[in-house]
């Protein structure tokens, strides 16, 4: 069972450079979110979707990008990365009957 | 958002031993969640419970939403409990998920 998949795992990149973060999920689940972890801060929401084309603002949008065409896909942009991004990057699906929040194995990017 | 607040921020426990972690919240959930991080990262979900008590295994969790806290017990302590556990929770027609800074748990041998 593949559930949800996050390419890539680890990333470095140069401050000023763009890239996107996938997420994919095979539970055909509607809502689908990103979050980020940073030391002693527990998780942050950065954007979330509730279906295809519809996206909406977390706690921490800003400097990111996201766009749902599909019920499968939730990729995150960065398009300027800065040292600030440097984090750890979940995304996660919910089952929309019983609640429950699947997360992928995360993605950790570092912005030098 | 709903503040989350978890205590005690860090615990460490003995092989065998019993534990709870609480979970305090600001206000109404329609949603609270338990999850555990393992040392490798990856989060697991462990209870769906925004009311009531449920139980698997060794664990068991119970939420009093009128007095808006969570518990979560640990018994016979295994050293692959370990990691950092946390308590999340969303507000009626609110998909914003708050996670609390979570509870580290260091079990030794």
């Known amino acids: 069972n593949a559930g949800v998949t996050q390419t890539p795992k680890f990333q470095v990149l140069k401050t000023g450079q763009s890239m996107t973060l996938q997420c994919a999920q095979d539970m055909n689940h509607e809502y689908m979110s990103w979050y980020r972890q940073d030391p002693g801060m527990g998780l942050r929401l950065i954007h979330y979707?509730?279906?295809?084309?519809?996206?909406d603002q977390g706690e921490v949008p800003n400097g990111y990008n996201v766009s749902r065409s599909t019920t499968e896909d939730f990729p995150l942009r960065l398009l300027s990365a800065a040292p600030s991004q440097t984090s750890v990057y979940f995304c996660?699906?919910?089952?929309?009957?019983?609640?429950?929040?699947?997360f992928g194995e995360g993605s950790r990017l570092t912005v030098l | 958002g709903i503040q989350v607040e978890q205590s005690p921020p860090d615990l460490i426990l003995q092989e065998g031993a019993n534990s709870t972690l609480r979970c305090n919240f600001s206000d109404s959930v329609n949603n609270l969640q338990w999850f555990h991080q393992n040392p490798w990262g990856q989060l697991i979900n462990l209870f769906y419970?925004?009311?009531g008590t449920k139980q698997n295994g060794r664990l068991s969790a119970t939420t009093v939403a009128t007095e808006r806290y969570s518990l979560l017990y640990i018994s016979s302590s295994q050293t692959t409990d370990s990691g950092v556990y946390f308590c999340?929770?969303?507000?009626?027609?609110?998909?914003?998920?708050?996670f609390g800074a979570g509870t580290t748990v260091t079990v030794r041998a």
């Open positions: 996660a699906s919910q089952d929309s009957y019983t609640g429950e929040l699947f």
């Open positions: 979707s509730v279906g295809a084309g519809i996206t």
């Open positions: 419970i925004p009311s």
């Open positions: 999340a929770v969303d507000g009626f027609n609110d998909y914003k998920l708050s």
